[in-house]
């Protein structure tokens, strides 16, 4: 499957922003998919996931209760809704998604497929 990621930018602390992700196969609501991000120096941090059939959720600690991850089947496409964002959040946000569920989800090596990034910057 090939991922798709846009919907990133500049916003002010204490703003909004959705990301979308949107993926190629007719066949997405098989996969398992997640958001992660990643800042210079550092590895790519787990954000969240929506886990299939179900659509379950998991939510780093970092952004529960700012951020949600969803899906529409209907045009193949992830979204993490972001709110209150702090300047802590700026990163690229990737994008990724898998066929078989991993309990370490939150690993970056769980993931097989994975987008281009997508920048976000939140300023202070």
């Known amino acids: 499957v090939q991922l798709q990621a846009s919907g990133g930018g500049l916003v002010q602390a204490g703003g909004s922003l959705r990301l979308s992700c949107a993926a190629s196969?007719?066949?997405?609501?098989?996969?398992?998919m997640a958001w992660f991000r990643q800042t210079p120096g550092r590895e790519r941090e787990f954000v969240a996931a929506?886990?299939?059939?179900?659509?379950?959720?998991y939510y780093s600690d970092s952004v529960k209760g700012r951020f949600t991850i969803s899906r529409d089947r209907d045009v193949n496409t992830l979204y993490l809704h972001m709110n209150s964002l702090k300047p802590e959040d700026t990163a690229v946000y990737y994008c990724?998604?898998?066929?078989?569920?991993?309990?370490?989800?939150?690993?970056?090596?769980?993931?097989?497929?994975w987008g281009q990034g997508t920048q976000v910057t939140v300023s202070s």
């Open positions: 929506i886990r299939q059939p179900g659509s379950i959720t």
């Open positions: 990724v998604a898998v066929l078989s569920w991993n309990v370490q989800y939150g690993t970056p090596t769980a993931w097989h497929y």
């Open positions: 196969e007719r066949t997405f609501s098989r996969y398992h």
